[in-house]
């Protein structure tokens, strides 16, 4: 059964058609990945999947519920959350602030309970900082909860902003680069974290990657945007064959050298 | 040694240092100190003016200097100093040719003389090139001394300062305290501080601060604290607010009056400083939800609107209904908008309440500029809260409940959400924060602690009129939040003191009082932007270097794509 459902999605800043007409369809448990050279339009299509951009054409679903349209607040209500390309932590705020900030749709204490402190409060909000800090060592920041997150070394700030995601208990998660910007042994790692968050917490995960060791290692199916536009779509194996990916990256003089090669 | 773009710089520095002093002159404020003595018949605060200047340019010129040798230091300072001393020189020399009082009335032989230490325009003009050559070494020199003995120099000198600027309150204050009075008696001369006593205060709080300064401080952390330290810090809060309820018994009537207006804007600061601090929404309006809440209880209470009239008490609910339903009513509209329009949108709302306020359309309602009269004082009982010594606790009441919760919301679910409004809005949306449920609230909360304001000062004036409502109380609510610190409770209070309460003390200076607001903003902004009493993490945010783990371990190495 599928998780979320796009179909014909189109969006347009002024003339440029940043994506058109593009489907995809990520399954339940399923790791998925996006990829295409620079400008091909995947975050944008991140943005219109959590509601940040409206699409001018086609619809989104979550699970056969619309979400085109929605806000990007509903929509993370919905189930759906995601992190970013370049890290956007809430930079002044705790790593356990943060987490609890991502827990927000799941708090019910209002202003007044705030004021007052009554005991449904406070039972509340000791439960969300057991939860808060669970999460932390689940992403391995246990200990470091009371830094500002700004503090924290890059790869932790990755994996806290995943945390931050995992608070809200989405049913899909969409990771935009995790690995950018990090070693390969960091890369490795980050690898290996993705895959068993999908075991142990049974979400569905789509990623845009740039690093192919990443994609190939840990998709189960790969979309390749360029230009906006789908071009193609496959496993692993599949996609590494395909002469129009190929050229989408490398040009076209070297997808037929490519291909003459491996004749 | 000294090579030719430095000295470049010293001379620049030295020139801008004597344009700074000769515009205090022209501006009137030396002449206008150098009346006010800080130690009887010695240093008067014209005198602290005219060479404060020297000194801290010395001491920053030198600062910048690759080389920190004492040699080098010290020729830097005393140069600039030299420098800006024959700049400042030449301006006796040139009122005595031509005549400048036209177009500058302060230039006066008075001022003139002041800055030739009485001895004519050449002599004189070559002692001042003197003295301010020593005292930019002296500042400079003072870069070399160790940290610790040099902030307690800087906290015995301030103090001192303050004591003899505040002499003529503090004798009236001490008066009140008989017999120990005599005491404290002989810190005080006929005007400022005797030298005894300057002595006494110097030392006495240079050694204090000295040897508290020597325990180690924790980094400003936010960290969850020990029991022990819960109690400490309770106690530390119930003491102030002791000392809060007990201030106008100490101080007396005049000081009562000026706690009054002090108290309410810590009031409007608390408020504003949930939309500005908590929120990050720059709102310039912020005096219409004052206005709004003394003209309610001003329509509902005065027999003069005979629309109906009601107690201060039954009509309070309803300037607090209508401050909210206000702020809500503001935060609609402006939701969309972030930083500069934010700020425009609420110029203009501010505006628009004074200008109702104003108007002839209005005026069977809310008496135009004359304003609304006999506004009703409070009871409790039978008794009318009426003199200052008796609104202060009520004031202080209010201050108290709405301290209560800006601190209780800060730490809550909902101040979460502020803050992380604040940090990155489209991010906060999509963590599934209501964007527009989470600023109403924050706009409404800020408005209800301003309409609680504006309902207070209206019965404590038994009166209210547009010109109170002006754009500048807002730019002051501002203005004390900046200096006390964003995002600090403890900060509204101390820079609702600072700005809000010394003016009242220095009537005198009060001329001058916008050039030294803003000099004050200038040097805040620029010396310390956390304020004066910080929020922790704002303390991290701006002062990044006093935190040893803020470099990352591993800078990524790999720039990052544009978006994909």
């Known amino acids: 059964m599928a998780v979320l459902t796009a179909k014909n999605v189109t969006k347009r800043f002024g003339g440029l058609d940043a994506l058109q007409k593009v489907d995809l369809e990520v399954k339940e448990h399923a790791i998925q990945s996006i990829i295409g050279p620079n400008g091909a339009g995947k975050t944008t299509f991140f943005n219109c999947i959590t509601g940040f951009y409206n699409p001018e054409e086609g619809e989104i679903l979550l699970e056969n519920k619309l979400i085109t349209g929605l806000s990007s607040d509903r929509v993370t209500r919905l189930g759906i959350s995601r992190t970013y390309q370049n890290i956007r932590l809430f930079k002044n705020m705790t790593a356990v602030e943060n987490i609890l900030v991502g827990m927000h749709p799941h708090l019910k204490s209002g202003m007044l309970g705030g004021i007052l402190r009554d005991s449904r409060t406070n039972r509340d909000e000791k439960q969300a900082l057991d939860e808060a800090k669970r999460i932390l060592q689940f992403v391995g920041l246990a200990g470091k909860g009371d830094m500002m997150s700004k503090n924290l070394p890059y790869g932790a700030q990755r994996r806290l902003e995943i945390g931050r995601a995992l608070a809200n208990k989405p049913r899909l998660l969409l990771l935009d680069e995790p690995t950018a910007g990090m070693n390969p042994s960091e890369t490795q790692e980050m690898t290996n974290f993705i895959g068993h968050l999908r075991d142990s917490l049974g979400i569905t995960i789509l990623l845009i990657e740039h690093q192919m060791r990443v994609v190939m290692g840990i998709s189960e199916l790969i979309t390749v945007l360029d230009f906006g536009q789908k071009i193609a779509e496959g496993t692993p194996a599949e996609i590494q064959k395909n002469t129009r990916v190929i050229e989408a990256y490398l040009g076209r003089g070297a997808a037929s050298g490519l291909s003459e090669a491996t004749a | 040694m ?42 008067s605060m014209g005198f602290i003016l005219l060479f404060l200047p020297f000194f801290v340019f010395g001491y920053s010129i030198a600062k910048k200097e690759p080389d920190q040798s004492l040699r080098t230091v010290l020729f830097a300072g005393g140069l600039t100093g030299l420098v800006a001393g024959f700049t400042t020189a030449l301006l006796p020399i040139l009122g005595q040719f031509v005549n400048i009082r036209d177009m500058f009335m302060n230039a006066s032989p008075t001022l003139y003389s002041i800055l030739n230490f009485n001895q004519g325009i050449y002599l004189g003009g070559l002692i001042l090139m003197i003295v301010s050559g020593i005292i930019g070494a002296l500042g400079a020199g003072f870069l070399l001394i160790p940290p610790r003995l040099r902030n307690a120099f800087l906290q015995a000198v301030v103090w001192t300062v303050l004591l003899g600027l505040m002499r003529d309150l503090l004798i009236v204050m001490i008066a009140r305290w008989g017999a120990i009075s005599y005491i404290f008696r002989w810190i005080f001369a006929s005007s400022g501080l005797t030298i005894t006593g300057a002595l006494v205060i110097f030392f006495l709080v240079g050694v204090v601060y000295y040897w508290r300064s020597g325990k180690k401080q924790d980094l400003p952390v936010k960290k969850i604290l020990s029991k022990k330290q819960k109690n400490i810090r309770f106690g530390k809060l119930v003491a102030a607010v002791i000392l809060m309820l007990l201030l106008p018994q100490i101080l007396g009537i005049y000081f009562s009056e000026i706690l009054d207006n002090v108290g309410i804007y810590i009031l409007m600061g608390l408020g504003l400083n949930i939309v500005i601090g908590f929120a990050g929404l720059l709102d310039l309006g912020y005096v219409a939800f004052f206005a709004i809440g003394a003209y309610v209880v001003g329509v509902l209470t005065s027999p003069e609107m005979g629309v109906i009239q009601i107690t201060f008490w039954q009509a309070l609910p309803f300037a607090l209904l209508a401050s909210v339903t206000a702020g809500v009513i503001l935060g609609l509209p402006v939701l969309k908008m972030r930083g500069d329009y934010l700020a425009i949108v609420t110029l203009g709302f501010g505006e628009i309440i004074r200008l109702l306020s104003l108007s002839d359309w209005l005026r069977p309602y809310l008496g135009g500029t004359q304003g609304i009269q006999r506004i009703a004082r409070p009871f409790i009982g039978s008794l009318e809260l009426k003199t200052q010594g008796q609104l202060y606790y009520l004031i202080v009441a209010a201050i108290l409940i709405a301290g209560f919760i800006a601190w209780r919301l800060k730490d809550s679910h909902m101040g979460r959400s502020w803050m992380a409004m604040r940090e990155d809005e489209d991010v906060a949306q999509a963590m599934g924060i209501n964007l527009v449920a989470t600023k109403l609230s924050a706009f409404a909360t800020g408005a209800f602690f301003a309409g609680l304001a504006g309902a207070i000062f209206a019965a404590k004036l038994s009166s209210a009129y547009p010109q109170s409502m002006n754009l500048m109380v807002s730019i002051n609510v501002l203005c004390l939040i900046i200096v006390g610190g964003m995002g600090s409770i403890p900060g509204v209070f101390v820079g609702a003191l600072v700005l809000m309460g010394s003016p009242e003390l220095l009537r005198e200076f009060s001329e001058f009082r916008y050039l030294v607001y803003g000099a004050l903003l200038v040097v805040m902004m620029l010396v310390r932007p956390e304020g004066l009493w910080p929020e922790a993490r704002r303390k991290l945010e701006l002062h990044e270097s006093m935190e040893p783990d803020a470099l990352p371990n591993d800078i990524p190495t790999v720039t990052e794509n544009p978006a994909g």
């Open chain 2, 2 to 43: 000294t090579n030719k773009s430095t000295l470049k710089q010293l001379f620049s520095a030295g020139l801008i240092n004597g344009g700074i002093i000769i515009f205090l002159g022209l501006v009137g404020m030396i002449e206008t100190f150098s009346q006010r003595d800080i130690v009887s018949g010695l240093v």
